[in-house]
């Protein structure tokens, strides 16, 4: 593991260990993935931002739980113009699971992401999705595992959250990258995260910016720092998301 595990917080040391825990499919999975830079283009012509709307249930940053049925909550996203969207599978400490993942991408028509800590190869093979997340910082070997992800039809989405990790990221050859405000580390939120890390992220990729990002003007800054899109989770999650998506999707 990558990561210097005593600077983590109790909450993302047990997620970590269910992780290493859970185990990978048994089958190799094979996707016919749909584009999330189509997406995001289709998006900027219909004069709409790109946002990637994640089905949340719970998490240890929020209060709570949501139990409507995700297919619901995903319809009624992509009902309000959501680019794609992000369903967790991390059943232990987010409330999700791969079954609701399937389900979901029946459902609707934008990609969908699988927002999970992957940390083998084998673990890729639990279920078909369009996109895949990737935490650079658990992830041993990541030119390995971003190869194993592609070869599979998956569209990688590499998270980052410092220089050394964007650089590794940008060596391994993602081309999705996301910056997530949040330090995993002490589970705080700075949106300068996001400010600082984008001037080194080369053109030809799609930035992500991720976490954090709770209003207009979230969206507006993030937007004005280089985001190409947005992952939004409880701020869509907490009320009408047909209605919170609208909101943040609208140009101003």
Do not use: C, Y
């Amino acid at each position: 593991m990558g990561a210097n595990e005593e600077d983590l917080n109790p909450a993302v040391r047990s997620i970590l260990a269910a992780a290493r825990d859970r185990s990978g499919g048994t089958e190799r999975v094979s996707v016919d993935a749909r584009s999330f830079p189509v997406a995001v283009a289709e998006a900027e012509a219909d004069g709409r931002v790109p946002v990637i709307a994640e089905v949340k249930p719970t998490s240890p940053t929020t209060e709570g739980r949501r139990d409507d049925d995700p297919v619901d909550l995903a319809r009624a996203m992509a009902d309000g113009g959501a680019s794609a969207i992000s369903v967790l599978t991390e059943p232990d400490h987010f409330g999700g699971s791969a079954g609701a993942l399937t389900r979901v991408r029946a459902a609707v028509d934008v990609p969908v992401l699988r927002k999970d800590f992957i940390l083998t190869e084998s673990q890729l093979d639990v279920v078909a999705s369009d996109l895949i997340l990737l935490i650079a910082r658990f992830v041993d070997d990541l030119d390995e595992l971003l190869s194993a992800a592609e070869d599979r039809g998956f569209q990688p989405l590499v998270e980052v959250h410092t220089r050394e990790e964007l650089d590794r990221a940008v060596a391994a050859g993602a081309d999705l990258i996301g910056v997530n405000n949040r330090d995993l580390a002490r589970l705080e939120v700075d949106l300068e995260t996001f400010e600082s890390l984008a001037p080194g992220v080369p053109e030809d990729v799609t930035l992500i910016a991720e976490s954090g990002i709770g209003s207009v003007d979230d969206v507006e800054r993030m937007r004005s720092a280089g985001a190409d899109a947005l992952l939004i989770g409880s701020a869509i999650m907490d009320g009408d998301v047909t209605a919170n998506v609208r909101r943040l999707t609208t140009q101003q």
